[in-house]
C-alpha cells in the first residue's frame, strides 16, 4: 500500500487570503486526485493531477479557484485561492494503487474565518 | 451524472446484532470501494469489489456486489462498540474518479 503524507495537516486562515496543500506519496504512482469534504459531508472529487500536463476538474470546480501542479510521480499540490468561509473543509489527496486500490491521505483540515 | 445512494444515513444498534448497510448506484461499474472513516481522522479501505458476485470478509464485515442490481451491501456481524464509524461506499468511474455516497454513520451501544 501507499503511504501518503500531507502539509499542513490543519491550518486556519483569513478570508480573500489562499493556501497551497502539498500530498506526498512514498512511491511512484500514475494516478493522484484530490478530494473535499465539507463539514458533516461525503467527499467530492475536485480533480484529477496530471503529471506533466493541467490537471482535469470535476464540474463545479475550476483551475482559477483550485490551482494543482503535479512536478513528478510522487508529489502534488492544491491552492485554495481567495478563500471564503465556504472553503472550509477537509481536503484529502488520494492515489490509486496498482492493484485497483485506492488509498488517501491524513486530509488537511481548513477553516476559514 | 452518476449517483450513489446509502441508507440507512443513520444506524444505532446493540452490541450483538447484525445489520446491512446498502449502496445503490445509478450507473454501470465495475468496481466499488467501502471505507471507515472515524470521527477527525481520514479513510481506511475496507474493500473493493472488482467484479459481478464479489464476495470480501474482513472480521465481523462482509461487503458484496451486484452489479447488475447496481447494489453492493455490507453486512455487519455480532456488532461491537469498535465498530462504530462512518461507512462509506464508492463507485469507481472513468479514469478511477470515485463517487461517494452520503456515508453512513454507524453507532454500537453496549
Known amino acids: 500500500s501507499a503511504v501518503i503524507s500531507q502539509k499542513p495537516s490543519r491550518d486556519i486562515c483569513q478570508r480573500g487570503t489562499s493556501l497551497t496543500i502539498q500530498c506526498q506519496v512514498d512511491?511512484?504512482?500514475?494516478?493522484m486526485f484530490w478530494y473535499r469534504q465539507q463539514p458533516g459531508q461525503s467527499l467530492t472529487l475536485i480533480a484529477t493531477?496530471?503529471?506533466?500536463?493541467?490537471?482535469?476538474?470535476e464540474s463545479g470546480f475550476v483551475i482559477d479557484k483550485f490551482p494543482i501542479s503535479r512536478p513528478n510521480l510522487t508529489f502534488s499540490t492544491l491552492t485554495v485561492s481567495n478563500m471564503s468561509p465556504e472553503d472550509s473543509s477537509i481536503y484529502l489527496c488520494?492515489?490509486?494503487?496498482?492493484?485497483?486500490?485506492?488509498?488517501f491521505g491524513p486530509g488537511t483540515r481548513l477553516t476559514v474565518t | 451524472e452518476l449517483k450513489v445512494e446509502q441508507n440507512p444515513l443513520f444506524l444505532s444498534m446493540q452490541e450483538g446484532k447484525n445489520y446491512t448497510i446498502y449502496c445503490n448506484y445509478s450507473?454501470?461499474?465495475?468496481?466499488l470501494y467501502w471505507y471507515r472513516q472515524d470521527p477527525g481522522k481520514s479513510l481506511e479501505s475496507l474493500f473493493v469489489?472488482?467484479?459481478?458476485?464479489a464476495v470480501k470478509q474482513e472480521g465481523r464485515l462482509m461487503a458484496s456486489l451486484d452489479t447488475k442490481a447496481r447494489l453492493s451491501t455490507l453486512h455487519i456481524t455480532a456488532a461491537v462498540h469498535d465498530l462504530s464509524a462512518t461507512y462509506f461506499c464508492?463507485?469507481?468511474?472513468?479514469?478511477?474518479?470515485?463517487?461517494f455516497g452520503e456515508g453512513t454513520q454507524l453507532t454500537v451501544n453496549p
Open positions: 488520494s492515489v490509486a494503487g496498482s492493484r485497483y486500490e485506492q488509498y
Open positions: 512511491s511512484q504512482v500514475t494516478m
Open positions: 493531477a496530471n503529471q506533466g500536463s493541467e490537471a482535469t476538474y
Open positions: 450507473t454501470t461499474s465495475d468496481r
Open positions: 469489489l472488482l467484479s459481478n458476485g
Open positions: 464508492a463507485v469507481e468511474t472513468s479514469g478511477s474518479r470515485l463517487t
